[in-house]
């Protein structure tokens, strides 16, 4: 079975450019998580889905950040307009029920 | 609010080495508790959990115990191995009230020699 999908993998963007990161959760699963990690401030949750509707986005940094799951098997985190701190390695995960959560390989943004 | 307090990293120590790496939380319900491991390049996998007081989690050879007394949740393994290198995380989610995020820890970085 295929895990959660990430793309891209790796992303180089330069300061004031749109970024959008995109995310395929395992197939069945009713959560999905947004996080970023960093050597300063670990891993961070920046939202969760369940049933597409977000439930937290207290993590979620300032307006820049928006996050979109149109329907059960897509999630987007778009970044608009992205700064160099935004630069860190953001992860997708995906649960059924309260279960065990389910990392994607992660998406590694370098913002110059 | 919930809090997840793990051993500062990094860690080194010799193949088959005993290891402990602790953990202690701080939640207002009852949590259960996880221990998730990142090997390089990878995302976060769960290594092992325990969702009430005294159950002990186990995989791989690695074991932690749920000690509500003492609000801690160390991982253990009694003989390391070069491919136990990773970083390890402590985490909790207290589900029982309505929300399933988890609480991560900072995370442990080990590395094995052989």
């Known amino acids: 079975d295929a895990g959660v999908i990430q793309s891209p993998r790796h992303e180089v963007t330069e300061m004031g450019q749109e970024v959008t990161l995109r995310c395929k959760p395992i197939s069945g699963h009713n959560s999905l998580f947004w996080y970023r990690q960093t050597m300063m401030r670990g891993l961070e949750l920046l939202i969760y889905?369940?049933?597409?509707?977000?439930?937290?986005d207290s993590g979620m940094p300032e307006d820049r950040f928006s996050a979109k799951m149109p329907n059960a098997s897509f999630s987007t985190l778009k970044i608009q307009p992205s700064e160099p701190r935004d630069s860190a390695v953001y992860f997708c995960?995906?649960?059924?029920?309260?279960?065990?959560?389910?990392f994607g390989p992660g998406t590694r943004l370098t913002v110059l | 609010g919930d809090s997840v307090t793990q051993m500062e990293g990094p860690v080194t120590l010799s193949e088959e080495a005993f290891l402990t790496i602790n953990c202690t939380y701080t939640a207002t319900g009852y949590p259960s508790l996880f221990w998730y491991v990142q090997y390089p390049g990878e995302g976060l996998q769960l290594l092992l959990k325990a969702t009430k007081a005294d159950d002990k989690g186990s995989n791989k050879g690695f074991e932690a115990t749920y000690r509500k007394e003492t609000t801690s949740f160390h991982l253990e393994k009694g003989s390391v191995q070069v491919s136990d290198s990773a970083v390890y995380f402590c985490a909790l989610s207290d589900v029982n009230f309505g929300n399933e995020k988890l609480t991560f820890g900072t995370g442990t970085r080990l590395t094995i020699i052989p």
């Open positions: 995960a995906s649960s059924l029920a309260r279960n065990e959560q389910f």
């Open positions: 889905f369940n049933n597409n509707v977000p439930i937290d």
